[in-house]
């Protein structure tokens, strides 16, 4: 079906996950793997090295065109369905995957979230690291052009993607 299409848009959500550490862009590639297969995937605490490689790799089989990300609503703790809920209301809007990733991940460190990611940098989540390694995107925050209207929190979050 993917092959049939001439351009796809991926509609993620930016939340903290209890498996994968976060649910953005990347992972957004593993809801098309059937239920019985995705069932599979070494889910669970202290996998999340180990998850968040696959989940990369996931991103070779096919590439959307274009990132829209959901940050209206995001749980910073536990997710993807319960935990506590920030109400951001912005949209991340990227043709890069992990230039999409990285600043939903600075969203979340400026609201605080869980320590995985708050206390590191954004570059160093396993799901960035290999997807950077991938050649997936850009490489670094210098390929990052972040422009915005009216976020009055915009400073934090480019801080937040060093």
């Known amino acids: 079906m993917l092959a049939s299409v001439d351009y796809i848009v991926a509609l993620p959500v930016v939340k903290t996950h209890w498996t994968a550490t976060f649910t953005m862009g990347l992972k957004s590639q593993i809801s098309i793997t059937a239920d019985q297969d995705r069932m599979r995937l070494p889910h669970g605490k202290h996998r999340n090295l180990l998850f968040g490689k ?49 600043v939903g991940l600075a969203l979340l460190k400026t609201l605080g979230t869980i320590p995985e990611i708050q206390d590191g940098s954004v570059w160093a989540q396993p799901q960035i690291k290999r997807a950077v390694e991938l050649g997936l995107g850009v490489r670094n925050r210098d390929e990052i052009v972040i422009k915005s209207s009216g976020v009055g929190e915009i400073e934090a979050i480019i801080a937040n993607t060093f």
């Open 54 to 102: 696959m989940i990369a790799e996931a991103n070779l089989v096919f590439k959307p065109d274009f990132y829209i990300s959901d940050a209206t609503k995001c749980f910073v703790t536990e997710g993807p369905n319960i935990g506590t809920l920030k109400e951001p209301d912005l949209i991340i809007a990227s043709p890069d995957v992990i230039a999409n990733d990285v």
